[in-house]
């Protein structure tokens, strides 16, 4: 059976350094045959039309099928996966929240087209920011999809939360778990430090500074 998975905003840098990725085996595996479906504006088709060339070019032996359109339900007919990563990026003096008017119309179309089109066991990654939110507005327009298949990806936070626990003290990095993000990658944002746990000790018993808790950690995520 072939997986098919949706990537969107398939002419950009993020989706060019994750399809070939996907593409090589390196996300399901390496004999699991997979169908790409790319969504990109109209406008950028032609260009993307060189990216399936040298998808085609590497000569991947489980890429069976790779389709591109600029009609979500066309191009999330039946998929398994959709990694949802174009949005309109935030210019200069933005806040993310000045990207929903925006950004709120294309996750809502894709939140409609991937409840009419794709496989009922779908697994839906937003990518584009702000993603919590994006990821809400596309689950809300998907009442046949369950909500537990839907995940914003907010890892570049969290991960950098726990990096810089870690570093203040002194350990490597698996070394810090429950470490929460709250809210989307914005100015308001909340790195939680108070359910982290530091080699299995309570962080804020690790770390005793808590005005660098409070100030510098927050300030750095």
């Known amino acids: 059976m072939v997986r098919r998975i949706a990537v969107t905003g398939g002419g950009g840098q993020i989706a060019y350094s994750l399809l070939f990725r996907i593409a090589s085996g390196e996300l399901f595996g390496k004999g699991e045959p997979i169908a790409l479906h790319i969504l990109e504006v109209p406008q950028a088709i032609e260009s993307l039309k060189g990216v399936v060339m040298e998808l085609e070019d590497c000569g991947f032996p ?29 210019g200069p003096g933005m806040e993310r929240k000045d990207l929903l008017t925006d950004n709120g119309k294309i996750f809502v179309g894709q939140g409609q087209a991937l409840n009419n089109a794709a496989a009922k066991d779908v697994l839906v990654f937003v990518v584009g920011n702000p993603c919590n939110t994006n ?31 870690a570093k203040k003290a002194g350990v490597s990095v698996d070394a810090v778990e429950n470490v929460v993000i709250w809210g989307n990658h914005s100015a308001t944002q909340v790195p939680d430090f108070l359910n982290a746990k530091i080699q299995g000790k309570k962080a804020t018993d690790v770390i005793t500074d808590r005005k660098w808790l409070e100030k510098e950690f927050v300030e750095t995520v």
């Open 62 to 90: 489980h890429l069976k099928e790779v389709k591109v359109g600029s009609d979500p339900e066309e191009v999330f007919g039946d998929v398994n996966v959709a990694i949802l990563v174009g949005a309109k990026p935030r």
């Open 135 to 165: 990821c809400l507005i596309a689950m809300h327009n998907a009442p046949d999809i369950s909500n537990s298949q839907f995940h914003a990806m907010t890892r570049l936070d969290q991960n950098r939360a726990q990096f810089q626990l």
